[in-house]
């Protein structure tokens, strides 16, 4: 098992090669652009809060219309670094809501095929598999298209749920 040095080491090499500095500076560029053009296309809809760089793990900002804020619930466009793509994920606002909403959609298409909760999320749903980082102006386009699409289906399912607002 690699210790802590180890990682360091091959980090600090990495890092002397410079790819990672201008591939991270580049993504998190991206995601500030990403987010400023869907804040201008769905300002009549949706109110959109800061980035959060993460842990190079995930980077990802928040938006949410006051149905999802009464249902303490808020969606996420998240970079997954790991999986190099991007993902629109339905947020708790806290553990007890995620729980409650988990157990309320995990049976529906958009969970068929996790076995237990994400991590951080209710429901994620992958928007762009394979980014294309030389065509910024198409990956937003197609970015924009699907967070309407899969956002306003989401929100639908949502609202057959017919659920009251509740303290989590």
């Not at 842990?55 to 997954?80: A, C, S, W």
């Not at 929100?155 to 659920?163: C, G, M, N, Y």
Request: hydrophobic share 35%; glycine share 4%.
């Amino acid at each position: 098992m690699k210790t802590l040095n180890d990682c360091i080491q091959v980090y600090k090499e990495q890092l002397a090669k410079k790819d990672i500095q201008k591939a991270y500076h580049g993504l998190m560029k991206y995601m500030m652009s990403l987010k400023a053009s869907l804040s201008g296309v769905y300002a009549d809809r949706f109110s959109f809060g800061n980035i959060s760089f993460g842990y190079m793990d995930f980077t990802y900002f928040p938006f949410h219309n006051e149905y999802l804020r009464e249902q303490k619930l808020r969606f996420g466009i998240v970079f997954n670094h790991e999986k190099m793509r991007f993902e629109l994920w339905l947020m708790g606002q806290n553990a007890g809501v995620q729980k409650a909403y988990w157990e309320l959609l995990k049976n529906t298409s958009w969970n068929k095929d996790k076995k237990k909760m994400p991590r951080y999320s209710i429901l994620e749903t992958v928007l762009s598999d394979t980014p294309d980082f030389n065509n910024l102006k198409e990956l937003t386009r197609i970015i924009e298209v699907q967070t309407e699409h899969a956002s306003e289906a989401i929100i639908k399912e949502l609202e057959k749920l017919d659920i009251e607002p509740k303290d989590y």
